[in-house]
């Protein structure tokens, strides 16, 4: 595929030498491309499914410091991996810089290669109560939980992920980019929105050649790279390290296959038809069984059957019976009733509903501007329904 916008059909592939492997402390890798934490989504089977497509650094979903210390079940299992997977990559988030240190110590002593921090989320339930996206806007926090994680890693390089800030009045990431090299941070990935933004409008390439301009560190960029052409442009136009691949993979895997392609000076292979997405889905649904159990694998598989069948003709019923699917065989055999032929839509590229475009006003403590220069962690909620429905959030439910 050349281009589905139009201001991609003329972008040409990288010519030798013009981009460097991204560099994160030790860990060096080729192409410059990180696949995005993202909560319910970048567990083991679906990272295996990437790296099947082409090198990178394949990121866990967000992991609650608190749970994984105190042993939970489900975020020890989110946090694992397997033999196959190198380097290993896992994001982390924690409020309190002793269970970030602690948390950080262990995975180290596990064998994890790359660490990331998570202060860019901007759900209700933990920015309501200073976590997340609220913590750059106390950089005294920030700065202790950075070190905090640097200091427990010992070598294995950490890495920093935030937002541009709050909203539009309150733009914090020149700042965190400057705490969190001070404080010995590998790297700072940027998702060019505010918090207020959530998925919509466009990112702000502009904030990330600001942030490079601004640190020494190496910058990655993130927002809106949907083809291999929007990384090479992001890139070219900002002068980041690297770049971060969200949604734009969600339903198409083999663009890390693209990515690869045209980093190394080549255009990138035609779309699969339908009949080479079955097997694919095939191939993840058995990996979430294998993970999961069938149970909680097939209930996590309905969701990607949605998002890899999008836009095919005779999908829409097809998609009523995939959302109540409980083995791999009912999958397939719901499937089977679709031409295997069908050339991939590529009207679709650009248009993934998996986040919608609405907007928030973001909450924040009471107060919690007042202090800004504060570095006490946030209280955690004293309502045990409410506790519920934050550790909950923190852990991708």
């Excluded at 696949?35 to 989504?41: D, I, Q």
């Excluded at 998925?199 to 301009?213: E, H, T």
């Excluded at 570095?375 to 909620?381: F, M, V």
Aim: aromatic share 6%; charged share 25%; with cysteine.
């Amino acid at each position: 595929m050349r281009a589905a916008l139009p201001q991609n059909i003329a972008v040409p592939v990288a010519h030798a030498g013009e981009f460097a492997p991204l560099r994160i402390g030790s860990l060096a890798a080729w192409p410059p491309i990180v696949l995005a934490p993202m909560a319910g989504v970048t567990n083991y089977p679906f990272r295996a499914i990437c790296r099947g497509f082409g090198a990178g650094v394949y990121v866990s979903e967000m992991i609650n410091a608190r749970g994984f210390l105190e042993g939970n079940h489900r975020t020890l299992l989110l946090a694992s991996s397997r033999p196959d997977e190198s380097p290993r990559s896992v994001q982390i988030y924690g409020h309190d810089p002793a269970e970030v240190g602690a948390m950080a110590r262990a995975l180290a002593d596990d064998g994890v290669a790359h660490l990331d921090m998570n202060f860019g989320c901007p759900v209700p339930k933990v920015t309501r109560h200073g976590g997340g996206a609220a913590i750059p806007v106390k950089p005294n926090l920030l700065a202790r939980l950075v070190r905090a994680a640097v200091k427990g890693a010992g070598g294995v390089p950490v890495t920093v992920k935030v937002r541009k800030g709050i909203d539009d009045s309150l733009l914090t990431y020149l700042d965190a980019g400057r705490v969190a090299e001070a404080e010995g941070a590998a790297a700072i990935g940027l998702h060019a929105r505010t918090a207020a933004q959530l998925y919509s409008g466009a990112a702000d390439w502009d904030a990330v050649s600001a942030l490079k301009r601004a640190v020494r560190i190496p910058v990655l960029g993130n927002g809106d790279v949907w083809e291999c052409w929007d990384a090479l442009r992001m890139m070219r136009e900002t002068g980041c390290d690297g770049v971060i691949v969200g949604r734009g993979c969600l339903r198409r895997p083999w663009l890390f296959r693209e990515l690869a392609r045209v980093f190394d000076g080549g255009e990138p292979d035609p779309q699969p038809d339908l009949g080479a997405i079955v097997a694919l889905m095939r191939r993840h649904a058995e990996l979430l069984v294998e993970f999961f159990g069938e149970h909680n694998g097939m209930r996590q598989m309905r969701k990607w059957c949605a998002w890899y069948t999008a836009g095919f003709q005779r999908s829409a019923a097809a998609r009523a019976e995939l959302m109540r699917i409980t083995t791999v065989d009912e999958m397939l055999a719901i499937l089977a009733r679709l031409d295997p032929t069908e050339p991939f839509p590529l009207r679709t590229v650009r248009h993934n509903r998996v986040k919608d475009n609405r907007t928030q006003r973001v909450t924040l403590p009471h107060g919690y501007l007042d202090a800004r220069d504060d570095d006490t962690p946030p209280a955690e909620p004293d309502d045990p329904a409410e506790r519920r429905a934050w550790e909950a959030a923190l852990d991708g439910g």
